[in-house]
């Protein structure tokens, strides 16, 4: 009876958790129809175009990147104003030129907390 008790808990507790996965994954899909939206897509494609707008110096055009090289951006800091990184502007132009697209990005961003 014992090893049945402690069964049915098992059970119980599975299904619960398994309950809660389902959430969460229900959630990050909601997350990602966010990021494949055409606004998020628009987002990049002006990441891309002031890239090549800041590389014409040197000749060289991107037609891509790696999300995660977006990372970077952080990195890259203002000659002007060493607080501001190339984040913020690019954050800041979209906030001028679309600031749906960073209301998008934030909804996103709390969908996955979320999940």
């Known amino acids: 009876i014992f090893t049945i008790l402690l069964l049915t808990l098992w059970i119980e507790d599975y299904y619960a958790k398994l309950i809660l996965v389902r959430k969460g994954i229900s959630k990050m899909g909601s997350a990602m129809d966010t990021l494949k939206s055409w606004q998020v897509k628009e987002m990049l494609?002006?990441?891309?175009?002031m890239t090549n707008i800041l590389a014409e110096e040197?000749?060289?055009k991107i037609q891509g990147f790696q999300i995660n090289s977006l990372l970077v951006l952080t990195d890259m800091k203002s000659q002007k104003n060493k607080s501001q990184t190339m984040m913020n502007f690019f954050a800041e132009q979209l906030e001028k030129k679309n600031p749906e697209i960073l209301?998008?990005?934030n909804d996103a961003?709390?969908?996955c907390e979320d999940a």
Not at 45 to 49: E, G, I, P, R, W
Request: glycine fraction near 0%.
């Open 58 to 60: 040197v000749n060289k």
């Open 109 to 111: 961003k709390s969908k």
């Open 45 to 49: 494609t002006y990441v891309v175009d």
């Open 103 to 105: 209301t998008l990005i």
